[in-house]
């Protein structure tokens, strides 16, 4: 319901009166709906797996405000179109902790203690690095976030630790496209009639009875 009336709402700026003003109020409006949505969205998912989880009989939970979340996304949006992608790695982190310190198992809350600037050299490198290396260097950045994440999330006197890596990541899309091309059979080329590898039949007509002509000039020959 709520990306068809986003869906609507796009669709009907070319339509609504009142000239560009009107027109950049309705997109406005569009996007406002959209970055409210998402992080409804992603609060309401984590709330829904979690108390859906269990272990040895203590179930987890959710207690972070959707509000809250809100206000975190939308401003964390903006501020890395502003910067132009550099507080990317801020608002990422920012995003997790918040996940992460409002989930609890039982009574006993999870948290976090890292800081986003923590990754903005890696990930400068990972942008600067993939134009020459068509994205590829990425999965060493995701492999580098993934690792930075684990290691500062914590659970009490219990500390974690990741060890995958980026060539480990890359392997997984590696796979799946050898396992593509592997599987797709080439369509064979069916030629057209009259092409070589299909026999052409042809519609021939054998005239039984020869034509007026032809039989004058056999009545001819013959009185010769």
Known sequence: MVFGLLYALFQAVSFVPGGLIARVGVLLLAYGLLLTFIPLAMVGARRYRLSRTSWRGIRFSFRGGAAEFIKLFIGGTLLSLVTLGLYYPVFMVDQYAFMVSHSY????????????????????????????????????????????????????????????????????????AAMYFMTIRPQQHRPQDGQAGQPHHRDRRVDLLPDRGERQKRRGGAEH
């Open 105 to 176: 198992f039982g009574s006993r809350k999870w948290d976090f203690n890292g800081q986003g600037r923590d990754l903005w050299g890696s990930f400068l490198s990972a942008v600067l690095l993939s134009i020459f290396t068509f994205g590829l260097f990425w999965f060493w950045f995701l492999a580098k976030k993934q690792r930075y994440l684990w290691e500062h999330t914590t659970f009490g006197p219990t500390r974690f630790r990741a060890s995958m890596t980026g060539g480990g990541l890359l392997i997984f899309p590696l796979l799946i």
